[in-house]
């Protein structure tokens, strides 16, 4: 297991390999890293990042930028050996919350805190003021991203928005100490294996220590089977492109 990442780029190359490597023997990270690069270089095309602007509606729509074309290339490499900047569709997102609903109708979300790990530039956080949740907050280790977020917080108006407490924090979530208070945590797939086993740890530990109503909205969930080894949460709706658990 890595030690939390700060900001380093040649730190998380580092971890990424040591883990690769651990898992599928260092030939294979080394074909692995060479199909990285390559990904990375062709998507640094002026092409490949036009293509990026395809998601900019939202953007246009409430006059914040959140959009994937404008990360800095630094950040979408360190994203390649952790996890990629990838705004949530929100027509997806909307979806995701019926399901919550419809699976739990007894649970009063006006209690729930919703948590965004891996917050990115903070579409998530913005599309979750449109809910009349507690309060908001997403946690990002990427200080450039971070900076985006609290703009684009600041910034945001909607006619539809119904939580107007949203605050962003600079931090690495695998560390982040979850507040005592009915969650509703949201995972866009933000963390490689290992930073996602530590925080799901952290998470079953407080829960241990005070007992709450906790939902897990896991977008993407390439690493599943880590929510599902554990013995507090039980995966309670889904698609292909969503698990929700309580």
């Known amino acids: 297991m890595c030690p939390p990442i700060e900001f380093s780029l040649p730190d998380a190359i580092l971890c990424w390999w040591k883990e690769s490597s651990a898992r599928e023997g260092p030939l294979h990270t080394f074909r692995r890293f060479l199909t990285l690069l390559w990904e990375f270089a062709r998507e640094s095309t002026p092409s490949r990042r036009r293509q990026r602007y395809g998601d900019v509606e939202y953007d246009w729509d409430f006059r914040v930028d959140t959009t ?18 990838q705004p949530t569709e929100p027509t997806l997102f909307r979806e995701m919350l019926a399901s919550l609903m419809l699976a739990s109708p007894k649970s009063d979300f006006r209690q ?45 108006k909607s006619d539809s928005q119904q939580c107007f407490v949203i605050d962003c924090v600079l931090g690495d979530a695998s560390e982040f100490v979850f507040p005592p208070e009915p ?26 220590e005070h007992p709450r109503p906790m939902f897990v909205l896991y977008h993407n969930p390439l690493l599943e089977p880590v929510l599902t080894r554990s013995v ?15």
């Open 68 to 85: 994937g074309a404008t990360v800095g290339w630094r950040d979408r490499l360190l994203g390649m050996f952790r996890s990629p900047y």
């Open 112 to 156: 729930f805190t919703f948590i965004d790990i891996g917050s990115g530039k903070g579409r998530a956080l913005l599309m979750a003021a449109d809910y009349p949740f507690r309060r908001i907050l997403g946690i990002e280790l990427l200080p450039e991203l971070h900076r985006v977020a609290k703009e684009n917080v600041g910034k945001y």
């Open 183 to 208: 969650t509703v945590l949201y995972l866009f797939n933000p963390l490689p294996e290992s930073g996602l086993v530590r925080t799901i740890s952290n998470l079953e530990r407080s829960l241990r």
């Open 232 to 246: 507090v949460f039980t995966r309670i709706a889904g698609t292909h492109q969503y698990s929700i658990f309580a």
